[in-house]
């Protein structure tokens, strides 16, 4: 049978910050993508027959002892080869060509000058903008290859021979600040390699509700209702599935947002007709988080709770076998899977306890938030939802630095209500800004109001613009607007009496403070 997976492409991820970009690049075009491990065996990618295999970049210089190689017998499979970065460097140093360090790298953005458009370059203009970051480059090329274009330090800036299928550019088209990435891509996988564009909202949907009904049979299932993007467009794809099987337990943790709990219930009992039970745990939560500073340790006790509840909930429905969360492909690389260094664990991901009682159903563990959205309109799931910023698993619990009450909950709540208030008045939110917040830290400073020495917390805002949360950079918000944020959350917020604005992009920070 064919489906939308028969077109796929393997993203062999050689340590590269890039290589999640280059599959949700390649997916934009409509075509499946996966990342495996760069020491896949040839017998295993025979197995998957993929359409196609990028190599994509990494850290280390071929010319390193113990540098990631992959097995030689992959080019003679037939199968189309895009190397990018270190996997063009890879490609002209396994095939005979040359790779040396020179006296200066590139990094950042680089003019490119293309000097043979061959098949990889069709129709890009002859000068445009590259992201470059590399200190090695190709000297000379292997035998049987061809040169596409250069920069004024990498002579061998895009090579390929259309013989053997074998393409090669030492930037990185994938990333938004190379002009004509797109077209690089297009030319790769609709021209050379004949992709079936299949992979769409309508098939992804009509795969996972498939897969759903296969995994769960007549079980019931339970569904980690949040509220949030994710686990709404996981209920509501499950739903879709296998109807009044489904029982969502929505766990008032007391770390929630805002008017949380009446949204959903609102939308997944009015809306969907979801069978939904509410729960207030909060006095629970706050008591295993009494004295507790580190930002593991949190999550991991919030990881726990949840099941928990769960497990206790599980018992009103005796066929209950399967549990419903929303991770997504992000979550899985950033707790530390693959060949990713772990940076958090994620309460659907990496806080789960080993003893629990629950299999998990995961339908968007492949998919990039971009794709959750996608899929949440095609659902029908309202704004509100779908364009709802993303918010932890563990709540406003990581976005308190330090030791959790509800004092501070209620101090950052109410903080994090004025900034929503604010960026929504000024047109703001939904596809403008990432995520935009506040978040509580654990210190105290002088300040002075009405008169009177003041000595209270200080709200840290955090506006950042990003398109998947592998990346972002802080969003340049309007003075305005920082003025208004700033003047509202010291008038109206008991407790507070400085608003600082955080400007580090990710790397090197993360997104969320904890």
Sequence with gaps: ???????????????????????????????????????????????????????????????????????????????????????????????????????????????????????IANGVTEDSVVWMSHFDAVTRLPRGFTLVASTPDAPCAAFEDPQRGIYAVQFHPEVEHTDQGWKFFDNFLRKIVRAEPSWTNFSIIEEAIERIKAEVGESDVICALSGGVDSSVAAALVHRAIGDQLHCVFVDTGLMRFGEAETVERTFTEQFGIDLRSIDASKRFFDGLAGVTDPEAKRKIIGENFIRIFEASASEFKDAKYLVQGTLYPDVIESGTGTAARIKSHHNVGGLPEDMDFALVEPLRELFKDEVRAIGEELGLP??????????????????????????VEIVRAADKIVAEEVSRANLDKRALWQSFAVLADIRSVGVMGDERSYAYPIILRAVESSDAMTADWARLPYELLERISSRVVAEVPGVNRVVYDITSKPPATIEWE
């Design 1 to 119: 049978m064919y489906t939308a997976r028969s077109s796929r492409v393997l993203v062999l991820d050689f340590g590269a910050q890039y290589a999640q970009l280059i599959a949700r690049r390649i997916r934009e075009h409509h075509v499946y993508s996966e990342i495996v491990h760069h020491g896949i065996s040839i017998e295993a990618i025979r197995a998957i027959a993929p359409k196609a295999i990028v190599l994509s970049g990494g850290p280390k210089s071929v010319n390193v002892p113990g540098a990631p190689r992959i097995d030689p017998k992959i080019f003679e499979l037939g199968i189309p080869i895009l190397g990018i970065c270190y996997g063009a460097q890879l490609i002209a140093d396994e095939l005979g060509g040359e790779v040396s360090r020179g006296e200066s790298g590139e990094y950042g953005k680089v003019q490119l000058r293309i000097l043979n458009a061959g098949e």
């Design 383 to 408: 704004d509100e939802i779908v364009w709802r910023q993303p918010f932890p698993g563990p709540g406003l619990a990581v976005r308190i630095v330090g030791e959790v009450s509800r004092e501070k």
